[in-house]
């Protein structure tokens, strides 16, 4: 099992940024797909960006532009940069790890966009 411990959540006006952390305690580069989700209230969990272990990056329609997935291999570990971070990207931002069949999630981390 693959222990994920994300970071970086928190407040954020409309149009500020916020850059979110997902150490992992493996080598990432061990790990086929990294991703980014988020669940806010009421809705599905939803893919935000994935990046996999060649570098391949893709991302939800309503982010692209806006978010931006990238690694520290010698770290272990995947951030999302958000900016122009609107109300409706409001949710809990979880981290995941692909291997396989087989995914792992992170604990999740509040992110909150409200004047």
């Known amino acids: 099992q693959v222990q994920l411990v994300e970071s970086g959540g928190g407040l954020v006006q409309p149009g500020g940024s916020l850059r979110l952390s997902c150490a992992a305690s493996i080598s990432i580069l061990s790990i086929d797909i990294m991703g980014w989700y988020r669940q806010a209230p009421g809705k599905q969990r939803e893919s935000v960006a994935i990046?996999?272990?060649?570098?391949?990056?893709n991302y939800l329609d309503s982010v692209n532009g806006r978010f931006t997935i990238f690694r520290d291999n010698a770290k272990n570990t995947v951030y999302l940069q958000m900016n122009s971070l609107r109300p409706e990207d409001t949710a809990v931002y979880y981290c995941?790890?692909?291997?396989?069949?087989?995914?792992?999630w992170g604990q999740g981390t509040q992110v909150t966009v409200s004047a």
């Open positions: 995941a790890a692909q291997r396989g069949p087989l995914t792992d």
């Open positions: 990046l996999t272990a060649g570098g391949g990056r």
